[in-house]
């Protein structure tokens, strides 16, 4: 048994070693540089020497449980993982990795042993996974697939279009969301695996690749299935269960996909620091520009902010599972909104070379047009305020201002955390610990936490008012929401709401970040100014009064973000070492 800090050094150990193998991405000899990744987006491929270097590392390991021989046995660690792949390309982190772990999920949560076996096996062997719940004629409403799954005696017989399934032509084996009732309501479907060399080859073929703006590497087709028989054998979970094995599996993808892609927003805030730096506009830096030194702090700002939030999503699914629902979906809506509009700002500081497609800023341009496209995924942003939306109501009633804090374990970056156990997720919340870390905040500023936050006391007791007071608002808003708004048909007023939540819910987890972090561990992490600055835009956003902060918050923040990117540090809470730092030479 490894103890917390043994833990903590094999992680890093696996992050460097993945830093290490990608190397500098301004190297321009780098053949996994960023110069032959731009190559290989405009060519809509994936660099196949980055391919092969995953390979080599084992990444699927990662995806794997870890009592089947793989790595994964938390979920906040897999996203700490795949930063490194989405800070290069987001196309990868997604081609070659994630999409394999959404599709193993729903195994790993409700497969057989020998299911669970012949797919990790796959994965630790080098295959692939494909997922397939969605179809184009309905979007996320998957409820409404047309896929069918006929059952037959010992088995089903598959027939339909599954369409926009990344890697389906390159992937081993497939799961299918599958209509096996044409009864309506939530047991009509079934989740499949099927693996291509136990079916038929000419009962299905392969449907033209879609091209999409961004993540172009990705390989998006479809596929058809001709009255193609499968054994009984495929069946993952009972027949029935596909609407609460979906929901369950969301819990997890959706919690850990966002955190991954924040791999994106530093390499974004960092090619907008260097630009700063190197050019100049009449005898002086970009950077000595106010408006671009504010651009690149807030830019940072949100960057903690959505780890904040993210950290919180993934370690609830380990700590909270009665509460996970609805922070996985706060976090697969917020973060790429936050991180999307945090990319556009930073494109004003570049000006006319957001447009380069290549070089040193071609990378920018890359991650502003893959961003968006990683947002829609396999849930986009509607689907996710679809999934708050008909839970506040209970929560205002039964958890807000009633429950308990959070644990500290929630909010603590590198501790380690029970194993995973997906059984343990509650289909709806029947809880919120972690807006709760809202409640009485204003109060402790000006008591156990005035000498941390030393001449930050006031401007923080403020702001933590100010979001109680948004908190008590929204309870009052719940309680009252008709019954129309709880439902696929709510008013445009009840999304408004469920974004407010998820602000608020941003704000707890960056206050609990800060309250759990030690001067000695984490000096920046520690100190108010950083919590100030996250409040206060999300404060802001909210539409409230903002209190005027002490002088320096700026300063603070911009002597952070330049020391991080001369020294190679990743802007985000781990702080990690990144290609091109000396640790890593």
């Given at each position: 048994?490894?103890?917390p800090?043994?833990e ?8 460097a070693?993945?830093e290490?193998?990608f190397?500098?991405p301004?190297d321009?000899?780098n053949?996994l540089?960023l ?7 405009e060519?809509?491929e994936?660099?196949a020497?980055?391919?092969e270097?995953?390979a080599?590392f084992g990444?699927?390991?990662e ?8 790595r994964?046995?938390?979920?906040d660690t ?7 792949v989405?800070?290069?390309?987001a196309s990868l982190g ?15 949560a409700?497969?057989?042993p ?6 990790a096996?796959?994965?630790l062997?080098?295959g692939?996974?494909a997922?397939a719940?969605?179809?184009l004629?309905?979007g ?9 799954a006929r059952p037959v005696?010992g088995g ?5 279009v599954?369409q ?6 390159r992937?081993?084996a497939?799961v299918?969301f599958?209509r096996t ?7 009509s479907?079934s989740?499949?695996l ?5 079916i038929?080859a000419?009962r299905y073929?392969y ?5 999409t ?7 998006n087709a479809?596929?058809e299935?001709?009255?193609c028989?499968?054994d009984a ?9 596909g609407?609460e094995?979906?929901l ?17 927003g530093?390499?974004?805030l960092?090619t907008?620091?260097?630009?700063a ?6 005898h002086r ?10 651009t690149?702090?807030g830019?940072?700002?949100?960057l903690?902010?959505s ?9 609830a ?9 609805v922070?996985a979906a706060a976090?697969?809506y917020?973060l790429?909104?936050l991180l ?6 930073l494109s004003?500081?570049l000006?006319?070379?957001f447009?380069v497609r290549?070089g040193t800023?071609?990378?920018f341009q890359k991650?502003?047009?893959?961003l ?5 995924g396999h849930?986009g942003?509607?689907?996710c305020?679809a999934t ?6 209970r929560?205002a ?7 308990k804090a959070?644990p500290e ?5 590198r501790d ?11 289909l709806v919340a029947g809880?919120d610990?972690?807006v709760?870390?809202?409640?009485g905040?204003?109060e402790?500023?000006a008591g156990q936490?005035a000498a941390r936050a030393?001449?930050y ?5 403020a702001l ?5 007071q948004?908190?008590?608002?929204l309870?009052?808003e ?5 019954p129309?708004d709880r439902?696929?048909l709510?008013?445009?007023?009840a999304?408004?709401?469920?974004d407010r939540y998820?602000?608020?819910l ?8 800060w309250r759990?972090q030690e ?7 520690a100190s108010p100014a ?5 409040l206060?835009?999300l404060?802001?956003?909210l539409?409230r ?5 002490p002088?320096?918050?700026g300063?603070?923040?911009l002597?952070?973000v330049?020391g991080?990117y001369?020294e190679?540090?990743s ?6 070492p990144?290609?091109g730092d000396a640790h890593?030479?």
């Open positions: 048994m490894l103890t800090s043994q903590e050094v094999l992680i890093q150990r696996r992050v070693d993945l290490r193998r190397g500098d301004a321009p000899h053949p540089g110069d032959a990744l731009l190559a290989a987006d060519r809509s994936l660099l020497e980055a391919e270097e995953l080599d990444l699927n390991a995806f794997t449980p870890r009592e089947l021989g793989g994964l046995d938390r979920v897999l996203g700490r993982v795949l930063r490194t989405f800070r290069r390309d997604l081609g070659y990795g994630a999409t394999t772990f959404l599709a193993a999920v729903a195994v790993w409700a497969g057989t020998r299911q669970q076996r012949r797919v096996d796959l994965l062997g080098g692939r996974l997922i719940y969605h179809e004629a309905h996320n409403d998957f409820v409404r697939n047309e896929f069918r005696d089903f017989v598959l027939s339909g599954k926009v399934i990344n890697n389906v032509e992937a081993e497939l299918l599958s009732d044409d009864s309506p309501g939530s047991r479907h989740v499949l099927v693996e291509k060399d136990r038929p000419d073929r449907l033209p690749r879609y091209e703006v961004g993540v172009r590497g990705c390989q479809g596929i299935f001709t009255d028989p499968l054998g495929a069946l993952v979970g009972r027949l029935g269960d609407v094995l979906a369950r599996s969301f819990q997890i993808t959706r919690s850990v996909v966002p955190s991954m892609i924040l791999g994106g530093d390499t974004a960092r907008a620091v260097g630009f730096l190197d050019r100049r506009l009449y830096s970009v950077l000595e520009i106010p408006h671009a030194r504010a690149i702090t830019a940072f700002t949100d903690l902010i780890d904040s939030l993210a950290l919180a999503a993934t370690r699914v380990h700590l909270l599972p009665d509460a996970t629902s922070y976090v697969k917020l790429p909104k999307t509009e945090t990319a556009y700002d004003i500081v000006g006319a070379n447009y290549d800023y071609g990378a991650h502003v047009r893959d968006p496209m990683i947002s829609l849930a942003t509607a689907a305020q708050i939306i008909p839970q506040l109501p929560l009633r039964t958890a807000w201002f009633t429950g959070a374990g929630l909010f603590r970056v380690p955390l029970p194993p995973l156990d997906p059984a343990r997720l509650a809880s610990a972690l709760a870390t809202l409640e905040a204003a402790q500023f936490d030393g001449e006391a006031e401007a923080l007791s933590a008012a100010a979001l109680e948004e908190l008590r608002s309870r009052t719940c309680r009252d929401m008709p129309k439902t696929v709510a008013s445009p007023k999304y408004a709401v469920a998820t602000l608020l941003a704000g707890a987890a960056c206050l609990g970040v759990c001067p000695a561990e984490d000096a920046f992490l950083w919590l100030a600055a996250a206060t835009r404060v802001k956003r539409g009064p903002l209190p005027a902060l002088d320096g918050v300063g603070r923040l002597d952070e330049l991080r001369h190679s540090r802007y985000d809470l781990y702080d990690t990144i290609a890593l030479a």
